[in-house]
């Protein structure tokens, strides 16, 4: 749907040393939200998955396709 690479981000939670409930915790959202970003589907708030992004140290650069 985005031309995002959402493995990378989902690789990144787990080399954290984190899971997904435990990032949306840290970044205050919905673990659901979370899960539908990394599985490719709707951004709907993207001031926080920029807030993802950089709580994981990643560059939108980095992640694009």
């Known amino acids: 749907m985005?031309?995002?690479n959402t493995n990378?981000?989902?690789?990144r939670i787990?080399?954290?040393g984190y899971n997904i409930k435990e990032v949306a915790n840290k970044i205050n959202?919905?673990?659901q939200t979370i899960s539908n970003w990394i599985n490719g589907r709707n951004?709907?708030?993207?001031?926080?998955?920029l807030e993802l992004i950089e709580f994981l140290d990643l560059e939108?650069?980095?992640i694009k396709k």
């Open 2 to 4: 985005y031309n995002i």
């Open 60 to 62: 939108i650069k980095n």
């Open 29 to 31: 959202i919905h673990e």
């Open 8 to 11: 990378k981000i989902k690789s």
């Open 14 to 16: 787990y080399e954290k």
């Open 43 to 49: 951004i709907t708030n993207i001031k926080k998955f």
